[in-house]
């Protein structure tokens, strides 16, 4: 019986307790929740904040622009000289020109063009030290970009189509490091900084520039268009002909 008694005590005294102290335990609960919630979306925040900073300022492997070669910087000014002579004597003959150019000698004109221009030597649009990779029918453009003290590899992939009396470049990527960015609004930045050449649009989606296909060789002034660009891996080749007066 003594057993019993002591039983019937306990279960009495603690359900006064639980009863008494309940609402203040749910609230604590209630508090402490919050806490954990609070705390975890901090955490979380500061996680996503650090991978999105991490990928922005990730580096592509293939991303290694050239510097200027002074051992080769006159062979190079040669290349180009003898490049535009052979475009003057074809079109101011009335000759088409297949040009095959490879983009190792792309990226050594690009590192070198303040020795050739000094204008273009600064940065355009805060991005600078270009890399053209060619491979599989496509082009990709990479440039360092630059805010203040933030330097980030700045990427866009894209291809081209030959039409009668236009050319199209299609974006078909962008990124700033690993991180992907819309492609229209990249697209509506190159069509400003391009627009002062001649009329460039862009399709509603916004991932075609739309040019003319009619530019004007310097040498000699003589209207011409592209035929064909064919880009395969590291070369592009250029079909360009001259545009007679009807």
């Known amino acids: 019986m003594g057993i019993l008694t002591w039983t019937r005590r306990w279960r009495t005294t603690t359900s006064a307790t ?16 919050w806490r954990v919630w609070l705390i975890s979306a901090v955490a979380t925040t ?58 190792a000698q792309i990226n050594r004109w690009l590192a070198a063009r303040g020795e050739f221009w000094p204008a273009a030597a600064a940065p355009l649009a805060n991005l600078d030290q270009p890399q053209v990779l060619l491979r599989d029918g496509q082009f990709c453009i990479g440039a360092t970009g630059s805010a203040g003290d933030w330097h980030a590899i700045v990427a866009l992939t894209g291809a081209v189509t030959v039409q009668d009396d236009r050319v199209l470049v299609e974006l078909l990527a962008a990124h700033v490091g690993a991180v992907p960015i819309p492609t229209a609004s990249l ?13 460039v649009q862009q399709t509603g989606d916004g991932r075609t520039l739309t ?21 395969g891996d590291g070369v592009v080749e250029v079909l360009l002909e001259p545009v007679h007066a009807p």
């Open 211 to 231: 040019l003319p296909n009619e530019w004007v060789w310097p040498n000699g002034k003589r209207r011409c268009r592209l035929r064909e660009v064919s880009i």
């Open 46 to 103: 500061a996680l996503l904040v650090l991978v999105l900073v991490v990928a922005a300022t990730y580096r592509p492997t293939w991303y290694a622009p050239a510097t200027i070669d002074f051992d080769r910087l006159r062979d190079d000014k040669a290349a180009l000289a003898a490049l535009q002579d052979e475009i003057s004597a074809a079109l101011n003959t009335g000759r088409e020109i297949r040009l095959r150019i490879n983009a």
């Open 187 to 199: 697209g509506r930045r190159l069509a400003g900084l391009v627009g002062t050449h001649g009329h």
């Open 18 to 33: 639980c009863r008494e102290g309940g609402p203040r335990a749910r609230g604590w609960l209630r508090r402490a929740g």
